[in-house]
């Protein structure tokens, strides 16, 4: 079969999936504790959460210092509240780890966190970025680190500090995937696992061993932005940013990890096994390929681990779809203006029997500080009817495109 680009246009038929909005908010509260100075330096316009983990009785949240007044990095609120509700967050694990939020640095604990991930062993794997400020004056204050957290527990299990050589004046760590694929069985070393992690503004991928505690780091030149997609349009709403690699997923059954820059309308594929075997000799080229072009820039990927589906989220098209590169099947899974803005996060979620879920915001409003308390602008959704293994919306032929000079796989 030769090489396919997919392209998925604006003229998508509206979907028949249907999206329930799991919790909603328009601008985030917490469930402070007795602290004055926490409370007084809130500043609920500059929090907007980027990163989504499901756990089986909660629902974690990423909330990283893009701005001054951030409370807590990290929340959850739980999963067995009515569907629409607006909770108040709990901050994770207690507050005590939130010191940054009143403006004391402890870089033991968390400073700016970007995205969290669940493993087999019920641990929650924290990637702190160590910045504050990232959007403003971009202060980094620590050294970017991973949190291991017993989710039973909600205790420290383990840390995990980069070697010095691996990181840059502008790295901004910013998502996290774990492949757990070489454990022969559930009853292997929990930490017999890889962990993959975006350096997005010194744009590379870090490969971290945590059986062997070791960690390198790769780059290429589709992990940088395409200088020609860095301004992105939102119902008609305009605003730039030149992100570096930002989205990411893995496929166990390929052996592939998928990546996409924030401003390209391309995605990537490099094997796992390649991203495994430590850094690329000296002069000698990661071997990525193009896996295929979008209709718009997205963010938030994942892959079905049933099927090798890749789900994503075009931007301008406010939809979640999904290609499976193995059948070159295309399905639209859900088209919302309102409620799908800007998918910072699409998962398939394990602990809710495969559903896909995603974390919508109006980040353009939040970036521009046009961001209203009369409006919705942050939800966690999840796809629901079909879904998985149900009737998708097929994508018509007409408005698929495909070239000859691209590699398949998935937009």
């Known amino acids: ?18 999206l329930e909005v799991v919790n909603q908010w328009s601008f985030m509260q917490f469930d402070f ?83 969290i991930r669940a493993d087999r062993c019920n641990r929650l794997w924290v990637l702190d970025a160590g910045v504050l400020t990232s959007l403003d004056d971009f202060r980094r204050v620590c050294p970017p680190k991973i949190l291991i957290f017993d989710m039973a527990t909600d205790r420290l299990v383990r840390s995990v500090y980069f070697p010095r050589e691996l990181l840059r004046p502008a790295t901004l760590l910013t998502n996290i995937v774990l492949d ?54 939102i119902g008609g709403e305009k605003f730039t940013l030149m992100d570096g690699v930002v989205g990411l997923a893995h496929s166990p059954a390929q052996g592939l990890v998928y990546y996409q820059p924030l401003a390209t309308d391309r995605m990537f594929s490099v094997s796992s096994a390649v991203l495994q075997s430590g850094p690329p000799a000296e002069g000698t080229d ?4 193009l896996v295929g072009r979008k209709s718009s820039q997205g963010l938030g990927i994942a ?13 301008t098209e406010t939809a979640i779809a999904a290609w499976n590169p193995i059948t070159n099947s295309h399905r639209v899974l859900a088209q919302d203006p309102e409620k799908l803005q800007f998918c910072a996060e699409v998962r398939w979620v394990e602990r809710d029997n495969g559903a896909v879920w995603a974390l919508s915001t109006r980040f353009h409003k939040y970036f521009k500080r046009t ?10 959704v999840r796809v629901v009817e079909p879904g998985f293994g149900g009737a998708y919306v097929p994508i018509q032929p007409h408005i698929l495109r495909r070239a000859a000079n691209f590699t398949p796989s998935l937009y």
């Open 1 to 18: 079969m030769g090489p396919r680009t997919v392209l998925l246009c604006a003229c998508l038929a509206v979907a028949s999936a249907s």
């Open 33 to 115: 504790p007795p602290d004055p100075v926490l409370l007084e330096k809130f500043q609920p316009e500059n929090t907007v959460p980027t990163g989504l983990e499901v756990g089986w009785d909660r629902i974690y949240l990423g909330i990283p210092r893009l701005r001054a007044g951030v409370p807590a990095t990290l929340a959850w609120v739980p999963r067995s509240l009515p569907p629409g509700v607006s909770p108040v967050l709990q901050a994770y694990p207690d507050w005590s780890w939130h010191t940054a939020g009143r403006g004391d640095i402890n870089c033991t604990g968390l400073i700016s966190v970007y995205r």
């Open 180 to 233: 757990d694929s070489r454990s022969s069985s559930r009853h292997s070393s929990c930490d017999n696992l890889f962990a993959y992690i975006t350096d997005t503004v010194a744009p590379g991928i870090i490969v971290y061993d945590a059986r062997r505690d070791n960690a390198w780091r790769v780059t290429h030149a589709s992990m940088y932005p395409d200088p020609d997609l860095g301004e992105y349009d």
């Open 286 to 289: 990661l071997p990525v390929n």
């Open 303 to 315: 892959v079905d681990p049933r099927d090798d589906t890749i789900v994503f989220s075009p931007m």
């Open 371 to 380: 961001a209203s308390k009369h409006e919705i602008n942050i939800r966690v």
